[in-house]
Structures are given as structure tokens and as C-alpha cells.
């Protein structure tokens, strides 16, 4: 089965420094989403593409935080500078997108765990 | 404010037992629930849906129960497994063109063997 490939895994970063998550959704899904876990909290959503658009970036912190998905494929997500609460689990899913029916469901990969220190 | 809410953190049960997790929202535009499983340092797996026009779906071992009345839902576990230990999150969707999934805490079941 086709997966959303996330990397690195781990990251541990100094507060202040820039760090940067990278995001390969199953091929073909046009709608991609960067998520933050807390632990002992449910996924939040940050930001969501359709194809290379941002069609949400509300809970986006963007004084610090960025995305892109220039061809509308792969991902980035960058914070800069980190700061010690953005510790968290960063997950990235995909899924087909409307034009393949509204209801169907996020597929995740396995996330980059951040900590700052 | 939490639109989708687990309130029980835990729950623990013998294995072949019957494990009911809860669910509930507050949002009456969400019209598509969803139920995903999370091992420690593994993303969330999707398990099972359930559209509003549905009261219940099954898929093997699993089924869920929507009662829209009440803005409630469960996932219902039968016979429980020690495989089936993890983090489950309730999920809840509207059916508008940009729709996000919206989760609860997530409740951590226990299967004793």
C-alpha cells in the first residue's frame, strides 16, 4: 500500500534555530496537510494545500512558521526560530481531494518528532 | 473550544471483551466521523467511517454507532485483542469543498490478556 513518506523522523534543535520537515504525499492525492500532535492532545491542524494552493493556514503561527508545495507534490513545512513549544509530533497527510468525492479519509505518514531544547 | 470530545483518557479490558470508546461533538455541520488508531511513534491509522445519512457501519471486529440526535458516536471493539492497544482518535468532518478533519485527545485502550 501506497504511503506519505516523512522526513527525519527525529529532530532535536536548539531554540532560536531554524529547522525544516519534509513531505512526500501518496502520489496522485491532490490535497496534503501538515498536522501537530501534543502529546496527551489530538492532531491540529497548521496548514492545508490543494495541488500547489494554501486553502487553509488559519492555526498557522506565521510569524514563524511557513509551508509550501511549489509543484503541488511534495512538502515543506520550516519554523524559524523554534521555540521550546513547538516540541510536538509534525504529521503530513494526504488524501485524493474533492474532485475525487469529499468523504474520504486522511491517510498519515509517521511524523517528524521535534524537540527544542 | 473543543468541537470533538473524548472524555474518558483510558480504558482498559480483558481480551475477548467487548471495548467501547466514546465520542462527542458539538459542531451539527459535521457530517462525516472517522475513527483512527495510533501505535507510540507511528502516524494515525484510518479504522472506520461513518457518513450522517448512516447509524452504523461494520467492518470486521469493528463497528460504529452514530446517534445524531445526541451529536454522539462510538466505536464499538468485539472481541478485543491485545493487538488492539494503542491510541484511538475520534475524527469529525463537514462536507464543504476545503473540509478538515477536527480530532478529539485521543482515549488510550488497555487489552489485558
Known amino acids: 500500500e501506497a504511503e506519505v513518506a516523512q522526513s527525519p523522523r527525529y529532530k532535536i534543535t536548539e531554540k532560536s534555530q531554524a529547522v525544516a520537515f519534509w513531505c512526500d504525499p501518496i502520489?496522485?492525492?491532490?490535497?496534503l496537510y501538515w498536522y501537530r500532535q501534543i502529546l496527551g492532545q489530538g492532531p491540529e491542524l497548521l496548514v492545508q494545500f490543494q495541488d500547489e494552493s494554501v486553502v487553509d493556514d488559519s492555526q498557522l503561527p506565521k510569524d514563524r512558521f511557513s509551508a509550501e508545495r511549489l509543484k503541488g507534490v511534495d512538502s515543506t513545512l520550516k519554523i524559524q526560530p523554534a521555540e521550546l513549544g513547538d516540541s510536538a509530533m509534525y504529521l503530513c497527510a494526504s488524501s485524493p481531494g474533492p474532485s475525487k468525492g469529499y468523504n474520504s479519509p486522511l491517510h498519515f505518514g509517521n511524523g517528524t518528532r521535534l524537540t527544542v531544547t | 473550544d473543543q468541537q470533538v470530545k473524548q472524555n474518558s483518557p483510558s480504558l482498559s479490558v480483558q481480551e475477548g471483551r467487548i471495548s467501547i470508546l466514546n465520542c462527542d461533538y458539538t459542531?451539527?455541520?459535521?457530517?462525516?466521523f472517522l475513527w483512527y488508531k495510533k501505535y507510540p511513534a507511528e502516524g494515525p491509522t484510518f479504522l472506520i467511517s461513518?457518513?450522517?445519512?448512516?447509524d452504523k457501519n461494520e467492518d470486521g471486529r469493528f463497528t460504529v454507532f452514530l446517534n445524531k440526535s445526541a451529536k454522539h458516536l462510538s466505536l464499538h471493539i468485539v472481541p478485543s485483542q491485545p493487538g488492539d492497544s494503542a491510541v484511538y482518535f475520534c475524527?469529525?468532518?463537514?462536507?464543504?469543498?476545503?473540509?478538515?478533519?477536527?480530532f478529539g485527545k485521543g482515549i488510550t485502550l488497555s487489552v489485558r490478556p
Open positions: 459542531n451539527s455541520m459535521f457530517d462525516y
Open positions: 461513518i457518513s450522517s445519512i448512516k
Open positions: 502520489s496522485g492525492h491532490a490535497t
Open positions: 475524527a469529525a468532518s463537514d462536507s464543504g469543498a476545503n473540509s478538515k478533519l477536527t
